[in-house]
């Protein structure tokens, strides 16, 4: 009977134990992979990039194979004759070229003004082909449709991919908020719970006259103020615990408030030695998705400054065309009939054409500019992250230090408040001193882990940032 109760006991004891660890464990890769997984954001940039590459297939239609039919019938007067045509058309994108192969067969008579409907009994079997050899030879308005849409698949990649750096990014800042705000907390209720021990004994001894009851009146004004303390660091916490929860999210994409426990501590630094940012300048400019959003509308304008200049070009068109008649009719339409055609147009004025170059070419500049400025901003983002992780290194263990002397002062005051050579009023102001240092120093480690959330998204450290 005795061992089942231990072992009932050692159960349930290790259940609650688990329940524990399971709430008060909430670590940074939870967060990341939640926020990847079912951030709103990151959503709706997969479902833009999805819609643009829709875009795609729907400029490649202008090179669907179509089926054309076509039928005459004269139903009145002194010509009876109908015919049918039927003709498939295959488009291509290079040279502007069409393909079509097709079959028309005719019935009665037709004027002399309209022979050519006349076929043989057993119909016309035709084949065309049409180029282009200047003018939308090498792109027209189908092909700059399909090129820019295809350009706009790869920005709303990079968009993708920087609303996933921007959110996860955010997201690590709030986790790290969260724990700071946590620990401050902590930090805060342990000052309250000395003084709160404190008013206790005051409150026994002004009672049996070892200490006049102002003191413990006095004391109770400590109290009263470090109430006030812990309510602000509470509810820093609880704003704390909100914000985190936009990016904590369950399977559902419903947000999770995470566990307002008082076991949060912000971890030790993992770097031990400064970043040099400055010196990954080179590979950043290759990585950062706003360099490839303004390389793809840089290309899409210098597409559409080909397309105006293609307008400009002469028309020359070749057409090449070979039928033969089947059965039996006249003589004139037996064999095979081959034709060769060229179709010339030369545009005398083209101000629709000369303004879209003109203008290509002003956004042409705009973007290099463009460009020129974000490698400037990118320079100066990595020279401010280098400095200012170095700096943040520092008052980590600046305030550090502060948080040790101020615990051997403390110490100390205590030690003297024991032989009587202190008053309370010292003693207060001791411990409070100790706890703004502790209050700095996560302070600085907050510091410490947002400029290097501000390192991993500025420098695209996708794994660090878990993102796929």
């Known amino acids: 009977m005795h061992r089942l109760a231990f072992a009932l006991f050692f159960f349930l004891f290790a259940l609650i134990a688990n329940a524990g660890l399971a709430a008060s464990t909430l670590s940074l890769e939870d967060v990341l992979r939640s926020s990847f997984a079912h951030f709103p ?118 968009q993708e991919l920087l609303t996933k750096i921007s959110a996860q990014h955010a997201a690590m800042k709030a986790y790290y908020e969260w724990l700071a705000a946590g620990q401050i907390m902590n930090i805060q209720a342990e000052l309250l719970s000395i003084a709160e021990q404190r008013q206790k004994g005051l409150v026994e001894r002004s009672k049996q006259g070892d200490v006049a009851a102002i003191t413990a009146t006095e004391n109770s004004q400590y109290i009263f103020r470090r109430q006030g303390q812990l309510n602000d660091a509470k509810r820093l916490l609880a704003n704390a615990s909100a914000n985190l929860a936009i990016y904590y999210r369950g399977d559902d994409g419903g947000m999770i408030m995470p566990d307002q426990s008082s076991g949060l501590h912000m971890p030790q630094p993992e770097h031990s030695s400064p970043l040099y ?40 068109d ?58 400037n901003k990118i320079t100066q983002q990595l020279q401010y992250i280098e400095n200012d992780i170095g700096a943040a290194a520092r008052y980590i263990d600046i305030s550090g230090n502060e948080v040790a002397v101020a615990d051997k002062v403390l110490e100390a005051e205590r030690k003297i408040f024991g032989n009587g050579g202190s008053d309370y009023f010292v003693l207060n102001m001791r411990e409070e001193q100790l706890t703004n240092a502790k209050i700095k120093n996560v302070s600085a480690q907050l510091d410490y882990y947002k400029i290097l959330a501000n390192y991993y998204a500025a420098t695209v450290k996708l794994d660090r940032l878990y993102i796929q």
């Open 318 to 375: 070749l057409v090449v065309k070979t039928s033969k008649d089947n059965g039996d009719a006249s003589n004139t339409r037996r064999g095979t009939e081959n034709i060769v055609g060229v179709n010339i147009s030369i545009p005398l004025q083209n101000n629709t054409a000369k303004g879209s170059i003109s203008k290509a070419k002003a956004n042409l500049r705009a973007l290099e500019f463009e460009r020129q400025m974000l490698r």
């Open 41 to 158: 954001e990151i959503q709706e940039s997969q479902a833009k990039r999805e819609a643009s590459e829709a875009s795609v297939q729907a400029a490649l239609g202008a090179f669907d194979p179509a089926l054309n039919n076509s039928s005459t019938m004269r139903t009145t007067g002194f010509y009876d004759g109908s015919q049918t045509s039927t003709k498939v058309v295959q488009p291509f994108q290079d040279y502007n070229a069409k393909v079509s192969a097709g079959y028309r067969v005719s019935q009665g008579r037709f004027p002399i003004y309209d022979d050519f409907n006349y076929t043989n009994s057993g119909g016309e079997f035709n084949l065309e082909l049409f180029l282009s050899l200047l003018r939308d030879r090498d792109i027209d308005d189908d092909r700059l449709a399909l090129w820019n849409s295809r350009l706009n698949v790869t920005k709303a990649k990079q």
């Open 277 to 316: 940012a400055t010196k990954e300048v080179s590979s950043t400019y290759e990585s950062r998705p706003e360099f490839s959003i303004i390389e793809a509308e840089i290309e899409q304008q210098k597409n559409e400054l080909s397309s105006g200049e293609n307008k400009l070009l002469p028309r020359v």
